[in-house]
């Protein structure tokens, strides 16, 4: 197993309003093999993007175990989760976050030539991945910061997919795409599972998640009862 | 691996009052900490103490050194802290004229820690010089102005560059965008995250921004009248603060 | 006479000068604290020589001053009286003859000899100090050899003048350890300080004495690619023709005329009275002014 979770859970204490403990998550458990890519489900606020934090490392687990790649997030230093990070594990979230001034190019291929690859090897799996995605060569050699909501995104693909990382997270990668660049997407994901990328995802895209998704997890069931 | 730096209960006192006290963490090669708190947090008494600058009244600070292995800098002896204070160590001042000499060129004061580690050969000193003035985005025909002719940007800029000439492998830098403008902050921290990543360069920086932690720390040590009170990794830290401290700091934050 | 102790100083006084001297000869280029007397002269005008003197003199001493090179200024003058009143010793503006010279901002053409003692008057000893105004910084900087600095200043000069522009008080390294202020003497003088007599410096404002024992080693920084090259004005002495000795440049009218004379009057005098004549220089007459 790539992803394995077992009795995960999570709460939020709020010290500065009474110390209030608001348990949002319990006995969370669940698996993902090489090849696979299961789909996170259940109303909007029973916890999908939580589960997903913790198990990229943003969120800590109050129990449990998180093992990706043979390394548990819930309890690794900093320094694992960043290694894990860059050659594991990666995350395609809604927004693109990234350093002024720099070239979109240089921005997809970071992932890459953080990994050691070759200069013009990374250059030239961006500039194919922005070509994919419909991003005017135009705009390679600029920063991202000032492209339009949707040009973002794309960008935020691109990069999310340069690197072939054997386990990855998807935030709504098809939310409000073009048909054809949610094709392009969708190829991208049946691309990484063909070469063995174990995927969780939340997809509110109901034929996306149909086509790409083997299993469907209802995050429901580890909402705290409580609560 | 080795740790880089290893600090083991450091403290500091002034008089009866708590400068730091039990500060311990390891520091990998490669690895950019932050540390984050509100003034009189102990954040700089921390930074002086783990840079020589100020002595600490208890603990060890265990360097990687590059010929003799890990060393308790704090039981060197003066000439060895000062000599790595030159070589492996940099130290990037908050004001820029505290980390200048305003009376020298930028090319003087670019060369001066090469000069300091024997450097002499004014050909290759100059050119390094100007080397590392491109490489902080300083115009070549700027290298024999003096700092006093720069913007507070530049002037910050000038300081890095003289700090990483003689390819140091660990930098403290205290505040290093405070009080400059926010695009000029962006710019600095563009250029600082390229540096550090380039040269592998670790780093611990202290600033109370959480944007500048977010851009360049890897992990983070939030501080609260003089102890550590939250560690972890920079965007975990910020995202899901433990702390009731660190959710204050953090929920403080305008939202832009 | 009566009134001083022998050469002004009190022979307390001259005990602790005479120790410092001691220390710095045996440290040579290490600059000794002292506690500098007030002297019947103002700050600037060679207190400091004028003690380390008082402390060096002997009865049989014949004493010889000079204000760059020249045995007739003011300066020169006035410390010569002082110590022919004070101490009664015997001076001379012969460098042969004399057996103790007290210098500001020279060094006499004609070697010096084992038997005797050069004393330069310092104004600012510290060769540090125009880079790093902390004392309590430059003086960390001399224990720990960090002399990094030095050369800033050397860059500096390169950088802005395309060659090092310092020409007098060129640093120079003493033995391998101390960096020192040679006093402003043109760099010109800085090869002769590797010499027989003892060399001792003073400083009467800042209070310290450094010395140099005979045959000290002392070399003058500088670059790999910008050697140390000892300067005068290409030129030789109008007076008497010397090519190897240090030259002033002396405007004679409002017409730009202007002739270039030995800064050592009494090895240009020496010279015209051996024969030798420059080109503007009449023949050499004894007792002519």
């Known amino acids: 197993m790539m992803i394995e979770i077992e009795n995960v859970s999570k709460n939020f204490v709020l010290h500065n309003q009474g110390g209030a403990i608001i348990p949002v998550m319990a006995g969370a458990s669940l698996s993902v093999g090489r090849g696979e890519c299961v789909a996170l489900t259940g109303a909007s606020g029973a916890g999908k993007s939580t589960l997903m934090r913790m198990i990229y490392g943003n969120y800590l687990a109050a129990s449990g175990r998180i093992v990706v790649g ?11 989760i960043l290694a894990l990070r860059r050659e594991t594990l990666g995350y395609v979230s809604q927004f693109l976050r990234v350093v002024p001034r720099v070239p979109t190019r240089e921005v997809v291929a970071e992932p890459l030539l953080a990994v050691g690859v070759d200069r013009d090897v990374a250059m030239a799996r961006a500039e194919e991945l922005l070509g994919r995605l419909n991003i005017p060569e135009g705009l390679w050699g600029l920063s991202p910061t000032t492209f339009s909501g949707g040009e973002q995104q794309r960008v935020n693909i691109a990069r999310g997919f340069a690197h072939g990382y054997p386990a990855m997270l998807l ?57 | 691996m080795t740790p880089l730096l290893q600090v083991r209960e ?8 708590v400068g730091c006290r039990d500060v311990s963490f390891d520091l990998y090669p490669g690895e950019v900490m ?122 910050q800029r000038l300081q890095i560059a003289r700090n990483l000439v003689t390819g140091p492998r660990l930098v403290f830098m205290d505040e290093p965008t405070g009080g400059l403008d926010v695009s000029v902050q962006a710019r600095l921290l563009d250029l600082l995250r390229g540096l550090v990543r380039e040269m592998g360069l670790s780093a611990i920086i202290v600033t109370h921004d959480l944007a500048v932690v977010r851009l360049l720390a890897d992990r983070l040590m939030v501080m609260k009248d003089g102890h550590v009170v939250e560690t972890g990794l920079t965007d975990q830290v910020l995202d899901d603060p433990q702390h009731g401290y660190t959710q204050l700091l953090v929920s403080s934050v305008l939202q832009v | ?120 008057q310092v104004p600012i000893p510290e ?33 802005q003048h395309g060659a ?11 033995e391998e350890r101390y960096v020192m202020d040679p006093s402003p003497i043109p760099k010109f003088d800085n090869p002769k300080m590797e010499m027989a007599a003892i060399q001792l410096f003073g400083a009467g404002r800042e209070q310290r004495i450094y010395a140099l024992p005979p045959w000290c080693e002392v070399v003058s920084l500088d670059f790999e690619d910008h050697p140390f090259e000892p300067s005068k004005a290409e030129h030789e002495c109008d007076l008497c023709g010397a090519e190897d000795s240090y030259l002033d440049e002396v405007i004679v009218d409002d017409a730009g005329g202007r002739m270039f004379v030995c800064s050592d009057t009494d090895y240009c005098r020496g010279r015209r009275a051996a024969g030798h004549v420059g080109a503007q220089g009449v023949p050499y007459e004894e007792g002519a002014a």
């Open chain 2, 10 to 17: 450091v403290a500091k006192f002034y008089g009866a009052r």
């Open chain 3, 127 to 159: 060769p540090l100090r125009f880079l790093e105004p902390r004392e309590t910084e430059t003086r960390k900087m001399h224990s720990l050899e960090e002399y990094g600095l030095m050369h800033v200043k050397l860059y500096e000069d390169i950088s």
């Open chain 1, 171 to 227: 935030d709504e990668p098809t939310a409000s795409l073009d048909a054809a660049n949610r094709e392009t997407v969708l190829s991208l994901i049946e691309e990484a599972k063909a070469r063995g990328a174990a995927i969780v995802g939340i997809f509110h895209d109901e034929a996306a998640r149909a086509r790409v998704c083997d299993r469907e997890i209802d995050v429901s069931v580890f909402t705290p009862k409580a609560a």
């Open chain 2, 34 to 155: 932050g540390i984050v708190g509100e003034s009189g947090s102990g954040k700089s008494t921390l930074l002086g103490c783990l840079a020589g600058h100020l002595a600490p009244d208890a603990g060890e600070v265990i360097f990687d050194t590059a010929v003799d292995g890990p060393r308790d800098t704090l039981r060197m002896s003066e000439p060895e802290r000062r000599m790595l204070g030159r070589t492996d160590w940099a130290f990037v001042h908050q004001h820029a004229r505290d980390g200048l000499r305003m009376g020298v060129s930028a090319g003087g004061n670019v060369g001066e820690r090469l000069m300091a580690v024997g450097a002499r050969h004014y050909g290759d000193i100059r050119s390094a010089a100007v080397d590392w003035l491109g490489r902080v985005e300083i115009a070549e025909d700027r290298v024999d102005d003096r700092p006093t002719a720069f913007s507070g940007g530049m002037q």
């Open chain 1, 70 to 80: 043979g390394v548990d997030v819930a309890r690794a230093e900093p320094r694992e």
């Open chain 3, 164 to 174: 090092i522009a310092t020409s007098y008080a060129y640093p120079v390294k003493v």
């Open chain 3, 1 to 120: 006479m009566n009134e001083y102790n022998f050469a002004y100083l009190d022979e307390q006084t001259k005990r602790m000068i005479r120790r410092a001297i001691l220390k710095g000869l045996a440290i040579p280029g290490y600059q000794v604290p002292f506690a500098s007397r007030e002297m019947p002269m103002p700050y600037g005008w060679g207190t400091g020589g004028v003690q380390v003197s008082a402390a060096t003199l002997v009865p049989e001493d014949r004493m010889k001053v000079i204000d760059q090179g020249a045995d007739d200024t003011t300066n020169a003058v006035s410390i010569r009286k002082f110590f022919e009143r004070t101490a009664g010793v015997e001076t001379t503006e012969e460098t042969g003859r004399a057996t103790l010279i007290q210098t500001r901002h020279r060094i006499p053409e004609e070697t010096l000899t084992e038997d005797q003692i050069l004393v330069y």
